[in-house]
């Protein structure tokens, strides 16, 4: 899975009224400078939201294995892969 497929199936849970913050919480975390730095935003990210969205931060946890090869890549490839 690629990071824009992992955040149209995010989108998919949440209400329009909290779209907005939900999607610049998850921000941090996929345009994190590292994978470390992504680690740690996802883990804020989870206990923000996950009392509303349990299924969002799991889903991103259970995908990590795909989603972290897109942190191998220098910041400038990244924007053009992310799809």
């Known amino acids: ?18 779209l907005k913050p939900l999607m ?17 935003e ?5 206990e923000k939201w996950s009392g509303k969205y349990p299924k969002i931060a799991k889903s991103w946890k259970d995908n990590w294995a795909n989603l972290s090869t897109y942190f191998k890549y ?3 490839v990244r924007r053009l892969i992310y799809t």
């Open 24 to 40: 610049a919480d998850l921000k941090r975390v996929y345009a994190a400078p590292t994978e470390e730095i992504a680690l740690a």
């Open 74 to 76: 220098p910041e400038a």
């Open 42 to 46: 996802l883990e804020s990210f989870d």
């Open 1 to 18: 899975q690629c990071i824009i497929h992992q955040i149209r199936n995010t989108t998919k849970f949440v209400s329009y009224k909290e």
